[in-house]
T-cell receptor, first 112, second 112 residues
């Protein structure tokens, strides 16, 4: 069983919708939580990262971490066609040589 | 500022051939990583390095070797390519004080 689980989708929403992307994890040692966005045939790019439980907002994006439930979410408000991409959650834990543990990614399409 | 550069971007190999993928970063990062990305499998860590002259195995190291002779370069070698190694390969780097990893644009490798 993978330490980080993510629903692969695909997810298709109309422009302007609120999108919710989620990951669960099994190891309470994870400390840093990240969301990467990957456009087709490109490398992943960091969208947001958080360290503690709670919410972090950046424009139309909100990252949420619930350590007690081992659950993280990314919300996208007023979704745009340019948000169409694969979103990967990632997390790190101590004493692993700074390894990143990735979810499998959720493919999102925003329809104009 | 080029960031992380992977060479080549595309390659087709015959079964049994060998090749080396080059990753170069110009951010003076300590940590470097090689991942492969396959449909439905997400990013899987092949090998990583925590500094010049060091390497370590990741989740899927079999069939690959790596070297980090210079801090800015991380080489991934396939000694005898197999069709199962058909994938998209991503290199990433991370600084000691950074949270995020920076990715290259990927190398699409097909083994026939």
């Amino acid at each position: 069983q993978k330490e980080v689980e993510q629903d692969p989708g695909p997810l298709s929403v109309p422009e302007g919708a609120i999108v919710s992307l989620n990951c669960t994890y099994s190891n309470s040692a994870f400390q840093y939580f990240m969301w990467y966005r990957q456009y087709s045939r490109k490398g992943p790019e960091l969208l947001m990262y958080t360290y503690s439980s709670g919410n972090k907002e950046d424009g139309r994006f909100t990252a949420q971490v619930d350590k007690s439930s081992k659950y993280i979410s990314l919300f996208i408000r007023d979704s745009q066609p340019s948000d169409s991409a694969t979103y990967l959650c990632a997390m790190t834990k101590p004493n692993t040589g700074n390894q990143f543990y990735f979810g499998t990614g959720t493919s999102l399409t925003v329809i104009p | 500022n080029a960031g992380v550069t992977q060479t080549p971007k595309f390659r087709v190999l015959k079964t049994g051939q060998s090749m080396t993928l080059l990753c170069a970063q110009d951010m003076n990062h300590e940590y470097m990583y090689w991942y492969r990305q396959d449909p439905g499998m997400g990013l899987r860590l092949i090998h990583y390095s925590v500094g010049e002259g060091t390497t370590a195995k990741g989740e899927v190291p079999d069939g690959y070797n790596v070297s980090r002779l210079k801090k800015q370069n991380f080489l991934l070698g396939l000694e005898s390519a197999a069709p199962s190694q058909t994938s998209v390969y991503f290199c990433a780097s991370k600084g000691a004080t950074n949270t995020e990893a920076f990715f290259g644009q990927g190398t699409r490798l097909t083994v026939v």
